[in-house]
């Protein structure tokens, strides 16, 4: 998951992520253009060895998703993916600026900064589904429908039971677990285990697990 690192992280931050599916016939005819000018080139360049390999580069990455959408029936989309960060001081937002974009190109995105478009960011991350034409050109990217699945931001479910009662915090996302034991519609008994080792707390969290039902008054507990 693309996202998975940056969820896990608890920053706080928002993320806003739209999709915009291409014509296929378009894009294989516009590769296929490419493919035949780069091959050209790489056959009839006289440029420096850095300047070939990027070219190449392009040349097989364009061969690929030509072959993906031809042979694989994929589809292919551009990619918008915008991230806000907040924090309280400068310092601390730079070191989280720095941490997210570190996290990013580690999965293969190039980041850039909305310097002096800000204001056109924060928009395209509140929920008006608006993706705003001056800051699109400089977010797009390329992704067929597999890498399409890895943007889903979902990764992990919460548990949460609208009576329960408070049991810990989700590892995975750091949300809250709110679970009622005794919900016979949803679960088929109310047993528990609780393990760890000597003197980590296990009969204290019972003792608190019990006063807590108690307040809920549940009558239903057995000592």
Known sequence: MLLKSLIETNINMNISIFYERQDAYKTIKDLTYHIGNVGVEIKETNQNRQDIDIAAYTYNDAKYIRKEIQINNEDIYFLYTYIIVYA??????????????????????????????????????????????????????????????CTYPFISSNIFDEEGIFIGTNIYNNSLVFIDRYNTKKYKNANMCIFGTSGAGKSFYTKLLILRYRLMRNKTIHY
């Not at 002096?116 to 395209?124: E, G, I, P, S």
């Not at 929920?127 to 429908?145: G, Q, V, W, Y």
């Open 88 to 149: 309280d001081e400068i310092k601390e937002l730079e070191y989280y600026l720095n941490k997210v974009e570190g996290i990013t190109q580690s999965k293969g995105m190039q980041t850039r900064r909305a310097n002096f478009r800000q204001d056109d960011l924060f928009f395209t991350t509140l929920p008006f589904m608006e993706n705003k034409e001056k800051i699109k050109e400089s977010a797009k990217r390329n992704i067929l429908t597999s890498g399409l699945i």
